[in-house]
């Protein structure tokens, strides 16, 4: 074991070892050379940001809009039944003629059901 | 061991690559000695070499004067050495390598210099059993030949566990080598 205390193992083939080592190091610095050049400007990042948030507002805000018109009863006027019968597909309509329609379906379901149980009432007497 | 130039090291932080160059070629060999003996692998010890390099480029700014260069570099590489031992454990001793020990341990020539090939043969028949700190204890103390504080320095473990690391791996040896049949009187 005294023999082995100290003794250094020769690199070999030291001169290559230390060329690669230098070319690794050749390599970092032009990689964190090439990161800064790709670096994004701050008004464009901010935009980005901004942009998300404001999508995400807006598909939320359509999705509470949406959940409020869905409420049958309370903004259904009582003359319902007089109501034009709206073609199932249209074309041109405006976003504001498809929560009419929605609206008119909910009422006649609504309908059906009153009758559906008068019907079964009715039956049962 | 060699003590590398602070002027050197100050070119070095300044990100003058000549002199850097100079640096590795003055430590790579401690630095390939240590992983040698540390992973009984030349590739894998090659490997620890160079990402020793890189890891002592990338981080010139935090090494402190007031401690021996050659020390940060030792630490840099036996942390390195001990992150490969955790993910690889080295392959243990075939029937050659106990050949290329009995060859060695048997040769009377103080003078000889032993090859990596027949470094990685010793190591794999001595400390295959050891674990990653007796190993580095092992190979700071009984095979580089290092001070205790220096040790202390590398390891970050203090005087007592040193000691009992160092107590267990030349157990583990002494009782390895029994087996083998060198007995106290080989």
């Not at chain 1, 980005?48 to 999508?55: D, E, G, P, Q």
């Not at chain 2, 036996?78 to 075939?94: A, F, K, M, N, T």
Request: proline residues 3%.
């Amino acid at each position: 074991m005294e023999r082995l205390k100290g003794q250094m193992p020769v690199v070999p083939d030291a001169d290559a070892l230390t060329d690669s080592i230098m070319a690794a190091i050749e390599g970092l610095d032009s990689g964190s050379k090439h990161e800064e050049s790709r670096h994004v400007p701050m008004w464009i990042t901010m935009l980005r940001t901004v942009s998300s948030v404001a999508a995400v507002i807006l598909v939320a805000l359509f999705i509470h809009v949406d959940s409020v018109e869905e409420d049958p009863i309370s903004s259904e006027p009582a003359n319902a039944s007089a109501k034009v019968i709206m073609p199932d597909v249209c074309e041109e309509c405006t976003p504001a003629d498809i929560f009419n329609i929605k609206r008119e379906r909910i009422q006649k379901r609504k309908e059906r059901e009153i009758l559906k149980n008068k019907l079964y009432a009715s039956y049962k007497f | 061991m060699q003590q590398t130039d602070i002027e050197l090291i100050n070119r070095c932080k300044a990100g003058d690559k000549t002199a850097f160059r100079i640096v590795v070629q003055n430590c790579q060999g401690m630095v390939y000695s240590l992983s040698l003996k540390m992973l009984a692998d030349v590739e894998e010890a090659k490997d620890v070499v160079q990402d020793t390099f890189i890891k002592v480029w990338q981080n010139l700014d935090s090494y402190d004067e007031h401690y021996a260069f050659n020390t940060w570099v030792y630490t840099i590489a036996s942390r390195l050495c001990l992150d490969r031992l955790r993910r690889v454990r080295p392959i243990g001793p075939v029937d050659a390598d106990e050949r290329v020990f009995e060859t060695v341990a048997d040769d009377t020539d103080p003078e000889r210099q032993l090859e990596s090939s027949e470094w990685v043969s010793v190591i794999k028949v001595l400390a295959d059993e050891l674990s990653g700190k007796q190993r580095l204890v092992f190979t700071l103390s009984q095979l580089e030949g290092l001070e205790t504080e220096q040790i202390k320095e590398i390891t970050g473990l203090d005087a007592d566990q040193i000691k009992s690391n160092l107590y267990a791996a030349k157990k583990n040896i002494r009782e390895r080598l029994i087996k083998m049949g060198y007995g106290k009187d080989r």
